[in-house]
């Protein structure tokens, strides 16, 4: 497990438990209670600290690298997960998934940023910031659920649109709108999740939705605070005050309106327990969903349409 | 309201107090610094007369440049909540907000007009740069949103003419919910059939430009603009890469697929209005579609 800096004691515990637990097959008693008191002490640490974490503790629990991505939440909620590639255009851009499956028994289309788990995966998955291929595959993905009327779930996990010179020569700004376009453009029920990140263009390209919902930790923002910050500030050192004031945590934006639903985390955070995590955003979809399915497509559409139209109207209340 | 007390009279004004005398007769060319006397450079429509580079042409002039001898008239925009975040860096955003009202005299960074462009009925909407960059913020959208909808009541043609640096940061995820709400916005005049003409003018980046800016039906776009997602100055410092020669200029865009034409200062209003016209005014129905032959033409026709 990796620990944040404002986990130390946290994670100083942790190593004291889990020295105890080597000593404990010199069976004595005392050791299991004291690793029982021990362990009380973590959970009320982690509670406490994970109470009031600040917008800067929670972007960094947003990038935990062992949060959930988007291929864990697939392989524990997806059945018969049917991968399909390319923009039939240009290339494949792996740090969008898409494909067909079932969701609780319902055929789904999933779309998704993956970021990738290690060295090897975060490379090939360009750490989850997309080029112009990854939105037009989500837009031709989108295109095709609305056809077969399957409803679209995105996991959204990106820290922002890939910034490069191969992906402004093949049109990044174009692919992002087309892809808001597309959302906003369905007669089938769409569902974001903010599972990370949602950094900017990048994560609002899928996350144009009926129903967004964002984990309790996540974080969503038109800039990353280490940007605000060099850009407002002119320094480095201010992201903390950038992250501060930009209200880029799931509490915030529920005041404001930009997203529907925050889905608690388990203690400690989603990384403390991934599969406690990837089940409950399972039900909070699939009750979302269950209440977008009977909907009228033009409907579905217009009402989709009218709460972007209607959103900030009544800022943070 | 009009283009005289608008724009001619702080003009006039601008020109008659003494102190800022030496600096408004004169401006330079900031691509090939030669110097140019203010009022030719208003007559070249801010086309530097030395190079030809297209410096930024403020919103008032580019709404008398492009409508029918100028003839516009300017509507109100809706009201919009000041500040939903509390925003404060070094400075409030309200005190950023009230400077930039002082200075140009308008509430946010988004004008629209509407009048008539070689005879079709338009709305525009252009970007005031000078105001904290054209960036988009809960104003401009609901700006973007009234001028679309306006369009769609007069059955006209809508035309942005963006000038921004993408969204604005002192208003968080609502300007993020900006690129949301112009593509709904934008899309309800294409629903109806009604041209969509984006003006992609310098610099057109950011959020901006990755929403309603790339929807157009046409995209037409001035010389040297830059025009792109990431702005330069990520790009170098994130990838490290060396940029190539005109990266993100009007010209690689058109190279690129992403704009129709790119069309200099002094024939855009021409191009525009032929465009209009051509989706506008098609022609008689009967001359156009009849596949029925005419009587008497048959006959007419000899050798068959």
Known sequence: MNFLDFEKPIAELEAKIEELRHLSNSDQINIAEEINRLQTKVDRLLRATYAKLTPWQKTQVARHPDRPHFSDYVARLIAEFTPLAGDRAFGDDPAIIGGLGRFRGRSVMVIGHEKGHDTDSRVRHNFGMARPEGYRKARRLMEMADRFGIPVLTLVDTAGAYPGVDAEARGQAEAIARSIEACLDLRVPILASIIGEGGSGGAIAIAAADCVLMLEHSIYSVISPEGCASILWRNGDSTKDAAEALRLTAQDLHKLGAIDEIVPEPLGGAHHNPTAQIDSLGEYIERNLAELLPRDGGVLRARRREKFLAIGKNGLG | ?304
Request: hydrophobic letters at 40%.
């Open chain 2, 1 to 304: 309201m009009s283009w005289l007390t608008n724009f001619v009279r702080p003009k006039i004004q601008s020109l008659v107090r003494p102190r800022e005398v030496p600096e408004n007769l004169w401006d330079k060319c900031p691509q090939c610094g030669n110097m140019i006397y203010r009022r030719d450079l208003e007559k070249s429509l801010y086309v530097c007369p030395h190079c030809g580079h297209h410096l930024r042409l403020p919103a008032k002039n580019r709404l008398a440049m492009l409508f029918d001898e100028g003839k516009h008239q300017r509507i109100e925009l809706p009201k919009t909540p000041v500040d939903p975040l509390r925003f404060r860096d070094s400075k409030r955003y309200t005190d950023r907000l009230k400077e930039a009202q002082a200075k140009s005299g308008e509430q946010d960074a988004l004008i629209v007009a509407h009048g008539r462009i070689g005879g079709v009925a338009a709305v525009v909407a252009v970007f005031d740069f000078d105001f904290m960059g054209g960036s988009m913020g809960m104003a401009v959208g609901d700006g973007l949103i009234a001028a679309a909808e306006l369009a769609v009541l007069q059955e006209a043609a809508l035309i942005v003419v963006p000038a921004s640096g993408g969204a604005r940061m002192q208003e968080g995820v609502l300007s993020l919910m900006q690129l949301a709400r112009t593509t709904v916005a934008v899309d309800k005049v294409k629903e109806r059939r009604l041209p969509y003409v984006v003006l992609l003018t310098d610099p057109t980046t950011g959020g901006v430009s990755a929403s309603f800016a790339m929807l157009g039906d046409i995209h037409i776009a001035e010389p040297g603009a830059q025009i792109g997602f990431a702005g330069t100055r990520v790009i170098e410092t994130t990838i490290r890469e060396k940029l190539p020669d005109g990266f993100q200029r009007a010209e690689y865009l058109l190279e690129h697929g992403m704009v129709d034409m790119v069309v200099p200062r002094a024939q855009l209003r021409d191009t525009l209005a032929r465009i209009l016209g051509i989706l506008r005014h098609r022609g008689p129905a009967g001359e156009v579609l009849s596949l029925v032959p005419q009587t008497g033409a048959a006959d007419a026709e000899p050798g068959h």
